[in-house]
């Protein structure tokens, strides 16, 4: 167990890359080494970090290179969860100057401590019964402030449509008006009539919210009430809150992760995290089943790389961690169904907000079109073919056209 490690990448810039690994190795881990008597030596050593590799990517001014550098932690520097884990590799770090934790690398002897996603991919399928086809998800187009009525009225229009997730605004955190477990409890009621009416399950994905010290009673009084997902604001609380609530048993529900204040971690391309690792790799371990992150398609559009790669960290196969659905956001209407498909394939959520409130003929409308799109795109047929058989997708070409 001791000698096992973690890969840790940065991406940064220095005169000596190799020099810049090596200070980063110790001051991470011992603080000081060449200083220290053999003694000291000898008694720290297990825990020094190492220099693990540098990459030079180009020469800047000044004779300064910008590359990537990788540092080996011993595992027993950390407890085994994420704050221990993010402090130790990157807390004070991330204060020098120009540098991006990009990546890291775990050995299954540090992965073991986390249960990840309790459902995963797998375990929501079964759920809705959904296996050969994207899932598809719809978005209330508002929460805060309507009266709890005009929110029953939205949540059967979308379900009547054929989704197979409806989820609360991020925001929704002022709930008077519609309180949390009654909402679930109307909700659940209302989404079995409607699978009465099309034969298809869906799932609401309420936005679980309060202090932190409520927030795991709060899940299990929701699991109780028959919820049948929770939405969760992953960075506003912490990934250690997730990997809490993921691993009690008590909340036997999927949790769909929302990517709120990612903004500010991951667009420079001198600071923070990359995306891949901050919404992909450390979503998933925490335990997350559903994780959202910006489409490449939309206005806050992420680099279709770095979507991709993000996408892969969720769902390549892991011997210790289920598969965790990803969810491209942002920007989805109808058309982009055939482009989302290319490059996300069948295990996603098509998401959709003003895509589906957005039709000419409402909500319900709306879903049917993406039905017919998703239906259509695993087929093998044209949108155009689909549309000859689907007024609602007809429509829906009509108003947003086909992929860009």
């Not at 002022?174 to 679930?184: G, S």
């Not at 036997?252 to 990359?274: E, K, Q, R, T």
């Not at 559903?290 to 770095?306: C, I, R, T």
């Not at 000859?388 to 429509?395: G, T």
């Amino acid at each position: 167990m001791s000698e096992q490690r973690i890969l840790v990448t940065y991406l940064t810039q220095a005169k000596d890359l190799q020099k810049k690994a090596e200070a980063i190795a110790v001051g991470m881990t011992v603080g000081s080494w060449t200083d220290l008597p053999a003694a000291k030596q000898a008694e720290l050593r297990p825990y020094l970090g190492e220099a693990a590799g540098v990459q030079p990517l180009e020469t800047l001014e000044n004779g300064v290179t910008r590359g990537t550098v990788t540092v080996s932690y011993p595992i027993r520097n950390f407890t085994a969860d994420i704050p221990s884990l993010l402090t130790g590799i990157f807390g004070k770090l991330s204060m020098d100057g120009k540098i991006k934790l990009v990546d890291i690398q775990f050995p299954e002897a540090f992965l073991a401590a986390f249960p990840g996603p309790k459902f995963g991919i797998d375990g929501l399928r079964d759920r809705l019964g959904a296996y050969r086809r994207p899932l598809l998800m719809s978005i209330f187009k508002s929460c805060l402030g309507l009266p709890f009525e005009d929110l029953k009225t939205q949540f059967r229009a979308q379900a009547l449509g054929g989704v197979d997730l409806v989820k609360d605004d991020e925001i929704f955190f002022a709930d008077d008006r519609a309180p949390f477990l009654e909402r679930i409890k109307a909700f659940g009621k209302i989404a079995a009539e409607a699978e009465q009416e099309t034969g298809k399950p869906v799932l609401y994905a309420a936005n679980l919210t309060g202090p932190t010290h409520e927030l795991l009673d709060r899940a299990k009084r929701a699991a109780e009430a028959g919820a049948h997902c929770l939405l969760f604001n992953v960075l506003a609380y912490g990934f250690d809150v997730l990997h809490r609530l993921a691993a009690d048993p008590d909340v036997h529900v999927p949790i769909m992760a929302h990517p709120a204040l990612a903004g500010a971690l991951y667009p420079s391309p001198d600071y923070g995290i990359a995306t891949p690792l901050l919404l992909g790799k450390l979503m998933r371990i925490a335990g997350a089943d559903l994780v959202l992150f910006p489409s490449p398609y939309g206005n806050v559009a992420l680099d279709k790389g770095e979507a991709l790669q993000l996408a892969a960290h969720l769902t390549e196969p892991q011997e210790s961690l289920r598969r965790s659905f990803p969810v491209p956001s942002a920007g989805i209407h109808p058309g982009l169904v055939p482009q989302l498909y290319a490059d996300f394939g069948i295990d996603q959520v098509v998401n959709a907000g003003g895509g589906i409130h957005g039709h000419p003929g409402g909500a319900t409308a709306g879903a049917k079109a993406f039905a017919a799109a998703i239906d259509a795109v695993v087929a093998g047929r044209t949108l155009e073919q689909a549309a000859a058989e689907s007024e609602a997708l007809a429509v829906a070409l009509k108003k947003w056209g086909g992929s860009k």
